[in-house]
């Protein structure tokens, strides 16, 4: 284990599944202006997950694929233990891996977060003039903020993320939604509880608004 992992300002959790390279250029981009020296590292060891001071889980594809290769790689107490006790970010399969279940795949996840993640519904994805949206949902989209909280800090209200997804996380208690936007219907894409944020959409191909959330992480102190 390299010496310079240890004490990570900020350890990126390597399961096999995420956009690593971009997120980790985009947190080292951001640091650079709110925490000049600030150590960033994506690491597979829960030893340097245990002793960051701060953890992100990002993610991209199947929530099947993801429960499996966590436990495969005895990442699962480690991010468990993560989101419990320190400043957590979620991102993309990230944010619904934290949830009780998944329709795709019938699947567990970590139930960290009461919810289910729900297919879009075929026969409700029709815009206003009656014409059929994708599944993916694929772009960009306006995300409005279901309250204050540090992470939103110096993001205007309805600003553009970047979203890959078909499922959607269905949280079972509204007190954790911290943002939701609409593709057709009012959908959560941010939730909120403690020390853990985390976003369906991609901060890190987000531009402006989404480096301004990720240099904010970046020194949250985990208390809302």
Same mark, same amino acid.
């Given at each position: 284990?390299?010496?310079?992992?240890?004490?990570?300002?900020?350890?990126?959790?390597?399961?096999?599944?995420?956009?690593?390279?971009?997120?980790?250029?985009?947190?080292?981009?951001?640091?650079?202006?709110?925490?000049?020296?600030?150590?960033?590292?994506?690491?597979?060891?829960?030893?340097?997950?245990?002793?960051?001071?701060?953890?992100?889980?990002?993610?991209?594809?199947?929530?099947?694929?993801?429960?499996?290769?966590?436990?495969?790689?005895?990442?699962?107490?480690?991010?468990?233990?993560?989101?419990?006790?320190?400043?957590?970010?979620?991102?993309?399969?990230?944010?619904? &891996?934290?949830?009780? #279940?998944? /329709?795709?795949?019938?699947? @567990? *996840? !970590?139930? $960290? =977060?009461?919810?289910? +993640?729900?297919?879009?519904?075929?026969?409700?994805?029709?815009?206003?003039?009656?014409?059929?949206?994708?599944?993916?949902?694929?772009?960009?989209?306006?995300?409005?903020?279901?309250?204050?909280?540090?992470?939103?800090?110096?993001?205007?209200?309805?600003?553009?993320?970047?979203?890959?997804?078909?499922?959607?996380?269905?949280?079972?208690?509204?007190?954790?939604?911290?943002?939701?936007?609409?593709?057709?219907?009012?959908?959560?894409?941010?939730?909120?509880?403690?020390?853990?944020? &985390?976003?369906?959409? #991609?901060? /890190?191909?987000?531009?402006? @608004? *989404? !480096?301004? $959330? =990720?240099?904010?992480? +970046?020194?949250?102190?985990?208390?809302?």
């Amino acid at each position: 284990m390299p010496a310079s992992s240890l004490g990570a300002d900020v350890a990126i959790i390597d399961y096999g599944m995420g956009n690593l390279l971009s997120v980790s250029k985009a947190f080292e981009h951001v640091a650079r202006d709110v925490k000049p020296g600030a150590n960033i590292v994506v690491t597979s060891d829960p030893a340097v997950i245990a002793a960051a001071t701060r953890v992100v889980f990002p993610g991209v594809g199947a929530m099947t694929d993801c429960m499996r290769e966590l436990a495969l790689r005895g990442l699962t107490d480690a991010v468990k233990q993560a989101a419990a006790s320190k400043p957590f970010l979620g991102i993309c399969l990230g944010m619904q &891996a934290l949830f009780a #279940h998944s /329709e795709e795949g019938d699947c @567990a *996840g !970590l139930g $960290l =977060l009461p919810g289910n +993640v729900r297919l879009f519904p075929a026969e409700a994805m029709k815009d206003e003039h009656g014409q059929k949206l994708k599944v993916p949902h694929i772009g960009w989209n306006n995300v409005h903020q279901a309250g204050t909280h540090p992470l939103w800090a110096g993001i205007e209200d309805g600003a553009r993320f970047y979203f890959v997804h078909s499922y959607y996380a269905e949280p079972a208690s509204q007190d954790v939604v911290a943002g939701f936007t609409h593709y057709p219907f009012a959908f959560t894409c941010a939730v909120a509880r403690d020390n853990l944020f &985390a976003v369906q959409f #991609h901060p /890190e191909k987000s531009q402006a @608004a *989404g !480096l301004r $959330l =990720l240099a904010n992480f +970046v020194t949250w102190n985990g208390s809302r």
